[in-house]
């Protein structure tokens, strides 16, 4: 079984204080995800990675940043936290590439929910 | 740019019946993948069933059937034999084939489905 796991289900923090939070998998999956989902906007891709070091902005980068210094491990740094990122945070993988069927099927974490107050 | 529509914001069916969720999306790619996901209230979202685009065939999976209608860019799904644990937030998804281990899920804003007993 693919297992996804994050760090904190539930967390709270300052305005102001760096966040750290942390995903990991199991599966040597190339590629890491992370997104914020928030009622009625749905899941927006904050940024990924498809390689160790590698990494690439998605949609809402603005106020984040992350690092992958290991395949399995891939963390999103609130450099100062604020009110307006009080979100639920989910992690993902997949394989990279194109080819054997199902590769492509993407494994989500549980998420955490963070509060910044 | 690719957008991932879902008309339905909360959807509602009885024990046993069929419910179909809506999802259309907008692309000028030609190659390109459809995914539903199930996201059950406090638990990990995972995968219902996929869609390529080249297969003129509908994709189905026990009780769940997409009708994937590729001019009309629509891809609903319908559970058949509702059950209590339907219950969820359920995602559409789209995904194009194209760039090696760079292709991202652009996902819709989800349909809250209740299932009542």
């Known amino acids: 079984d693919v297992k996804v796991t994050q760090s904190s289900r539930y967390l709270v923090k300052r305005t102001g204080e760096k966040v750290f939070l942390e995903c990991v998998q199991d599966?040597?999956?190339?590629?890491m995800f992370w997104y914020r989902q928030d009622p009625g906007l749905g899941l927006r891709l904050i940024y990924f990675?498809?390689?160790?070091?590698?990494?690439e902005k998605g949609d809402i980068p603005e106020g984040y940043s992350v690092s992958r210094e290991k395949k399995e491990r891939f963390s999103l740094i609130l450099e100062s936290a604020s009110t307006n990122q009080t979100s639920m945070y989910l992690c993902?993988?997949?394989?990279?590439?194109?080819?054997?069927?199902?590769?492509?099927?993407?494994?989500f974490g549980p998420g955490t929910r963070l509060t910044v107050t | 740019a690719q957008t991932v529509t879902q008309s339905q914001p909360e959807m509602s069916v009885q024990e046993a019946e069929t419910v179909t969720l809506s999802c259309t999306y907008d692309?000028?790619?030609?190659?390109?993948?459809l995914f539903w996901y199930k996201q059950p209230p406090s638990r990990q979202m995972i995968l219902v069933i996929r869609?390529?685009?080249?297969?003129?065939q509908n994709a189905t999976e026990n009780r769940f059937s997409v009708n994937f209608q590729k001019a009309a860019k629509s891809f609903s799904l319908k559970i058949s034999d509702s059950q209590l644990g339907d219950t969820a937030m359920y995602f559409c998804?789209?995904?194009?084939?194209?760039?090696?281990?760079?292709?991202?899920?652009?996902f819709g804003t989800g349909t809250r489905l209740q299932v009542f007993p």
């Open positions: 869609q390529e685009a080249y297969k003129q």
């Open positions: 990675s498809y390689d160790v070091k590698m990494k």
């Open positions: 993902a993988s997949r394989f990279g590439g194109w080819g054997r069927e199902g590769r492509y099927e993407q494994y």
């Open positions: 692309t000028s790619e030609n190659n390109y993948y």
């Open positions: 998804a789209f995904m194009k084939q194209g760039s090696y281990n760079t292709d991202k899920l652009i």
């Open positions: 599966m040597d999956h190339e590629n």
